[in-house]
Structures are given as C-alpha cells and as structure tokens.
C-alpha cells in the first residue's frame, strides 16, 4: 500500500531550476511522483504551473517528503489557516512547531495572507492575533502564551527564482570562485555596492583580523570613510588589532609594513585593550585622541554602528564588545532587516553567524582564502552567498580602487 499526496508548484519553476530540485528531493528520499498538470509559460515572462501526485511507502516517509518539498515553495492545493498553539513557557515551543527557512514567507490567518516579518532560518511564527501580523521569532524570544505556528498547514515559502534578467551581482550566483580574484570580478561587485547605494539600501562588513594581518585594514577604513559600509559585524579581534596597528604599527606583535615580528610586540595588543579600558571606549579613545586612525576610528568618525560579538578565547574582551550571545545576536538582528547587501571577509564563525539571520534575498559575498571556509557557509542554509577565494589583503584594496574609478565614471 502507497501513501500519496498532491502538490502545486508555480513561478519560473523551470528555468530557476526549482522543479529539478523537487524531482531529485522525492527520488533522494525514497519517493514516487506522477506529474498531473505542467502549464509552460510560452513567454520569458510568463509563469508556469505544476501539479504533482508524490507517493511514499509510508505516511511518515511522505510527511518527511513533503516538509522537504515545502522548503523549495510547493504547497498543497487546499490551503487552510494556519494552526496556532500558545507557548506553554518563555522559551517553550509546542510540540509540532514551525521551523523557518530564510526565504519570504507567508502564513494564512483569518482568510488573509500575512507576510512574516523578520524573517530568518531556524526560527518560529508569532501570530499577533490582535494586530494581525506575523513575525519570525528566534526560541530565545518565545513568550508565555505567545500564539506559535504549528505544522506546515497554511505556510507559504517563496523559493528565489533565478532573475528573469541577470544583474551584475548573478555573474556567479551561488557559486564559489577557485581562480584568484580579477579585477573583472571585483569590479562587478563594486557596481553592484555603487548601484545599491544609489537606490538608498544599506551594505554590512562581516570583518575577521586577517583584514589587519594582511595590509587591507587601509582599505577598509577608506571604504567606511567615503560611505560605502553602513554597519561593521566583527568580534573582539578585529578591532583590538586594528587599534594596535593604530598605537603601534603592528598586528599581533608583527610590523603591519615589513612583515617581521618587532622586539616585545606580543604585549602590544594587551597594551592596545588596556589602553581602551582606560579611556572607557572606544568611541572615548578617539574622542579623547588616543585612537587617530584605522577601522574603528573612521566607524566613530562617521557615525557608523559596530557590533563586536566576543567568544570565549578573548583577550580583555575590548569593552566594547558584548559578550553575551543572546545579546550579541540581537545587536545584529537590529541591523540586518534594512541591508541590502553584505560582504563577509576572512571570518567563517561571524559569517555564519550573520548568514543564519539574514533573510534569502539580501546579496551575500563571502572571501576567504579557503575555498572550504565559503562553501561551509552556503551548506549552513546562506545558499544565496557568492564566494570568492581570496586574502584579504587582496581583495578589499582592490574594491577599494574599483569604488574610486567607477565613481569617477559616473560623475
């Protein structure tokens, strides 16, 4: 005896390469199917429309089946509303809860289509039942009482499709580059940086230490300067080498110039804490003129927001730096729902870190000089992420000189 169930696919579902997804999930997973309606669009902008019977051997198999389905947008053909159970405890979910992906998403309330707010992978659906709205919370955030979405029985995913016309930013849409860095490259992205700045969406830095390690910190303090990074995701060792590099001119002891370690030069980064401990902050320090360049001062200069998320093997941590997780994520979940685009550079934890709140939509570059570093990031569910196998030492200053000419193109 088979158990069988029909579902509905629509949108590009051909050429974005969705409907080849769902035909190798089934057969991946132990699964039949029987295709019972396919519409082709006959024009490149219509949609088209798919009806399949999807049968297992059992029915929890085709549960497990259609969950995976759900995830790349098919849906059932009747839809009811969504079932709500109210959390039993702050930070107690009912059993049978909604897990979200990080695509937009819909949940049908009342006979109405709510579109969920803040989205992010991993989390669960809030129904504010007396302001009709539902929003993406994280378990941390789960009230006494609050109304959960269990099951997947009136939730709607949106899949990306692949654009009908590519932008500049498609040229290697989920993919990851293994050549060195070309200038070709870089430039596209500094287009895209250049033309979302235009429209007014805002762009994040995900930052490691190897941008000071490696020469770029220069770079990336003239990038922040002349407005191109609106908000700076890094932890305690970027901006602790940073501001050494500022007091002393070296990155863990080592002569940022000529590459050789200086005399005593494992003290400088403690000194370079101690120093910030003194004046306070780091906003302090540079108020105070202790700080006179480099990353974090230009963030201070210009006014752009910094979030420092701290990890156990921290020195000092800089006081800046928060050092409880559950606030360090809300610190950057307060940022991430405006930002058009991020550029994550030489930190794997930050960036998926930051790759696990972000919603599929936002334009994700990740570097690294390992190639496994990148594709890491996009097997944690940020599949939407570009990546480009490089140090930053690099690739940032190159950006920086693609920004500068193209800018000058345009004016």
């Known amino acids: 005896m088979e158990f069988c169930r029909e579902i509905e696919l629509e949108g590009h579902i051909i050429d974005s390469g969705i409907m080849t997804l769902v035909f190798d999930k089934i057969m991946d997973m132990g699964g039949e199917f029987e295709i019972l309606t396919f519409n082709v669009g006959k024009l490149k902008t219509d949609t088209s429309y798919a009806r ?22 098919a849906r059932t053909p009747e839809i009811s509303d969504v ?20 695509h937009p998403t819909f949940v049908k309330y009342q006979d109405e289509w709510l579109p969920v707010e803040q989205i992010e992978m991993d989390c669960h659906i809030v129904v504010d039942e007396v302001n009709t709205r539902a929003v993406c919370k994280p378990i941390s955030k789960i009230k006494a009482g609050d109304a959960v979405v269990v099951s997947e029985a009136g939730v709607r995913v949106i899949y ?10 498609e040229f290697m ?3 990851v580059s293994s050549e060195r860095p070309s200038e070709a490259i870089i430039a596209r992205i500094a ?18 230490p190897a941008i000071v390690h490696t020469g770029a910190a220069g770079a990336l303090a003239k990038m922040i300067r002349e407005g191109y990074i609106d908000v700076l995701f890094a932890g305690n060792a970027l901006a602790t080498h940073d501001i050494e590099s500022n007091l002393f001119g070296t990155s863990l002891g080592m002569d940022v110039r000529t590459g050789t370690l200086v005399t005593g030069g494992h003290k400088h980064h403690i000194y370079a804490i101690s120093e ?29 927001p910094f979030v420092l998320a701290g990890s156990i093997r921290d020195d000092g941590p800089l ?24 550029v994550m550079v030489g930190t794997l934890l930050h960036s998926i870190a930051v790759g696990n709140c972000l919603p599929s939509y936002v334009k994700t570059v990740c570097v690294d000089i390992n190639p496994a570093s ?37 004016c």
């Open 52 to 73: 399949l019977r999807v049968s297992a051997p059992d029915d929890q198999q085709l549960d497990a089946i259609l969950s995976e389905l759900h995830r790349l947008g």
């Open 83 to 102: 079932t709500l159970v109210p959390a039993e405890g702050d930070r107690i979910l009912p059993k049978g809860f909604y897990s979200t992906t990080n």
């Open 160 to 169: 990306p499709e692949r654009p009908r016309k590519v932008s500049t930013f």
């Open 173 to 175: 849409h989920g993919t």
């Open 191 to 208: 287009r895209e940086i250049l033309k979302l700045k235009q429209e007014g969406e805002k762009i994040a830095l995900v930052g490691g």
């Open 276 to 304: 910030i401990m003194r004046a306070g902050s780091i906003r302090n320090a540079v108020e105070q003129g202790v700080v006179t360049g480099g990353i974090m001062y230009e963030c201070v200069k210009k006014g752009i």
């Open 319 to 342: 006081p800046d730096t928060i050092t409880d997780v559950v606030e360090a994520q809300d610190a950057m979940r307060r940022h991430i729902q405006d930002l058009g685009m991020v």
């Open 374 to 410: 990148v594709t890491k990031l996009m097997d944690r569910g940020t599949t939407q992420a570009i990546g480009v196998v490089s140090d930053a030492g690099t690739f940032l200053p190159l950006l920086a000189k693609q920004l500068e000419e193209q800018k000058k193109k345009t």
